[in-house]
Each structure stands twice: as structure tokens, then as C-alpha cells.
Nanobody, 119 residues
Framework: QVQLVESGGGLVQPEGSLRLSCAAS????????MGWYRQAPGKQRELVAT???????NYADSVKGRFTISRDNAKNMVYLQMNSLKPGDTAVYFC?????????????WGQGTQVTVSS
């Protein structure tokens, strides 16, 4: 199972920026689809952004135009650049690794990193 470690969270003022990073411990990182999810207090975990093994991206409507997901297969890293942050973006952000079907691999979640947007 892939081990995922997120970093880069913190406290930021509204309209500020943060860059989240997720390090994956696998030599076959390139075959995984990767994603960022978030969970605010009292709410269900929701999708923020995903990126396929080929680099195709998908975003929640609430973050389109503000967040950018990217990956560096040489470094086994996935990133989430967050701009124009709003208080509503406050949540614990989780990294997810989703393997291709039929290879006997399982998906993984990181431990999460807190993002707080407040003045």
C-alpha cells in the first residue's frame, strides 16, 4: 500500500495562497491517479481535484479557477496550488492515491493537513 504524507497546510488570510504537497512512497507512482479531498468540521469529505496518470485534471466547481493540481512523477509528488483562498476553504485536506483496476493494488489516504483561512 502506498504511504502518503501531506505538508504545506497552515493559517492564511482570505485571498492568500498556499501550496500543499503530497509525497508518495512507491516506485510505480506514475500509474496512480491522484487526488486532493477535504473535510470541514461537521461535513463529509469532498473531492477538490484529481489528476490522472496521464495528467488530465478535474476540479470541484467551488475551486475552479483558483486551485491547480499537478504532479511530478520523477519525484513521486502531487501538489495543490491554492490561490484566492476563502474562509469556506477551511478544512483538513487529504491526499489520495487511486490505482488502476485489475492489478491487485489498493488505494491510500494520507493523514491530512489543516488549512485555515481566516483574518
Amino acid at each position: 500500500q502506498v504511504q502518503l504524507v501531506e505538508s504545506g497546510g497552515g493559517l492564511v488570510q482570505p485571498e492568500g495562497s498556499l501550496r500543499l504537497s503530497c509525497a508518495a512512497s512507491t516506485s510505480i507512482f506514475r500509474i496512480y491517479a491522484m487526488g486532493w479531498y477535504r473535510q470541514a468540521p461537521g461535513k463529509q469529505r469532498e473531492l477538490v481535484a484529481t489528476i490522472t496518470s496521464h495528467g488530465s485534471t478535474n476540479y470541484a466547481d467551488s475551486v475552479k479557477g483558483r486551485f491547480t493540481i499537478s504532479r511530478d512523477n520523477a519525484k513521486n509528488m502531487v501538489y495543490l496550488q491554492m490561490n484566492s483562498l476563502k474562509p469556506g476553504d477551511t478544512a483538513v485536506y487529504f491526499c489520495n492515491a487511486d490505482p488502476p483496476r485489475g492489478l491487485g493494488l489498493t488505494g491510500s489516504w494520507g493523514q491530512g493537513t489543516q488549512v485555515t483561512v481566516s483574518s
